[in-house]
């Protein structure tokens, strides 16, 4: 990866943190933005549904099964807008879960770069197998 991408990459990455500011999740916020030809065409956080209260957790502090993941929030922001994401960059805060992943593969991103690993890497595994670019790009704090 030449330095001028390296260098985008890493000022949207810290966009999509910023943009994780706007959840409502006290166990972890997720940001993600959705890039193509240098343009944000959406973004997203993890939060509720639409109409729902901003509580994502319940009083033992597990999250709601209905709460949506940034990649989720920003990937259905696409399909009610009059954008697609084919050949897109996704920046996320974290990398993506599994059921993030699909959704990514059948939008049609090309590329995912995120911050922050997941426990779990069967996200990351599976859109390695459908050909997908994926960077991890982790702070100077989790190296």
């Known amino acids: ?8 990459d890493n000022r949207y990455l810290r966009m999509a943190c910023i943009w994780s ?4 999740c006290t166990r ?3 940001g993600a933005l959705i890039v193509k030809d240098k343009m ?3 973004d997203g ?8 209260e901003n509580i994502c957790e ?7 099964p209905y709460v949506l ?11 009610r807008s009059g954008n697609n994401s084919q050949d897109s960059t996704l920046y996320v805060t974290d990398s993506p879960c599994i059921e993030c992943a699909k959704l990514i593969i059948q939008a049609g991103i090309k590329r995912v770069v995120y911050k922050r690993a997941y426990r779990l ?6 859109l390695l197998k459908a050909g997908i670019e994926v960077t991890h790009m982790p702070s100077e704090e989790e190296k």
Not at 1 to 8: F, G, P, R, T
Not at 21 to 24: D, P, V
Not at 59 to 64: A, S
């Open 1 to 8: 990866m030449d330095k001028k991408q390296a260098d985008l």
């Open 58 to 64: 319940d009083e033992n502090d597990v999250t709601f």
């Open 45 to 52: 956080y993890n939060g509720t549904p639409s109409g729902f």
């Open 121 to 126: 890497t069967d996200g990351v595994d599976l």
């Open 40 to 42: 944000i065409i959406s």
């Open 28 to 30: 972890r916020q997720v």
């Open 69 to 79: 993941h940034a990649e989720a929030n920003a990937i259905t922001k696409i399909a």
């Open 21 to 24: 500011e706007n959840s409502y």
